[in-house]
């Protein structure tokens, strides 16, 4: 199996424009979880879907956020517009059922900068 | 706020000898702990877990100890070996049943040759 596979690996883009981030969970998966990873605040989870659909969504910063599902082996982030502040590593971690954390397989990370 | 955090922020060990990362957290409620590795360019890793109702649970060259009274884990790792460099962070889950756990900043580990 290839693991939870994201990209880009690496976006650098201005303030103010829109970001894209991608993610594929491992087949069979059914939660997707998306994180960001700053050194200030360490881990932090935004989201998660289950079958699709978004459980939890308390962490996600602001409306300038969101996050979708389309089908079990396709998951984007959005950020419009992007700030500085949203610099950050944003993971994607993949689990079967709402399994305890540690069960949960990451991606490498997306590294994003916003100038 | 509730937060976990980590002593050290870098840690250089020699190989061979045993290293021991530190984590203190706040949440008294918190009733499971996990230990990530995080190597360079890569996703966080699960290490080793423990519930609260243990003080102390062992894995392969891994210990996590659990000590509540003073809110303090701890992670040993034996024999460490170039392969253990990495980070290391803890994380606690605030009650049964909610997966959101709060994330230390972690510690970074080089194995000396």
């Known amino acids: 199996d290839a693991g939870v596979i994201q990209s880009p690996r690496h976006e650098v883009t201005e303030m103010g424009q829109e970001v894209t981030l991608r993610c594929k969970p491992i087949?069979?998966?059914?939660?997707l979880f998306w994180y960001r990873q700053t050194m200030m605040r360490g881990l932090e989870l935004l989201i998660y879907?289950?079958?699709?659909?978004?459980?939890?969504d308390s962490g996600m910063p602001e409306d300038r956020f969101s996050a979708k599902m389309p089908n079990a082996s396709f998951s984007t982030l959005k950020i419009q517009p992007s700030e500085p502040r949203d610099s950050a590593v944003y993971f994607c971690?993949?689990?079967?059922?709402?399994?305890?954390?540690?069960?949960?397989?990451f991606g490498p990370g997306t590294r994003l900068t916003v100038t | 706020g509730e937060s976990v955090g980590l002593h050290l922020p870098t840690l250089s060990v020699q190989e061979g000898d045993n290293s021991i990362i530190n984590c203190a957290y706040s949440?008294?409620?918190?009733?499971?702990f996990i230990w990530y590795k995080q190597e360079s360019g890569k996703g966080p890793q699960f290490i080793i877990d423990?519930?609260?109702?243990?003080d102390k649970r062992q894995g392969q060259r891994v210990t996590v100890l659990l000590n509540k009274t003073v809110k303090h884990l701890s992670l040993q790792i034996a024999a460490t070996q170039p392969g253990d460099s990495a980070v290391y962070f803890c994380?606690?889950?605030?009650?049964?049943?909610?997966?959101?756990?709060?994330f230390g900043t972690g510690t970074r580990l080089t194995i000396i040759p």
């Open positions: 994380a606690e889950r605030p009650n049964f049943g909610n997966e959101k756990l709060t």
């Open positions: 879907f289950n079958n699709n659909v978004p459980i939890d």
């Open positions: 423990i519930r609260s109702n243990m």
């Open positions: 949440n008294s409620a918190s009733d499971y």
């Open positions: 971690a993949s689990s079967f059922g709402l399994a305890p954390a540690k069960e949960q397989y």
């Open positions: 087949s069979g998966h059914n939660s």
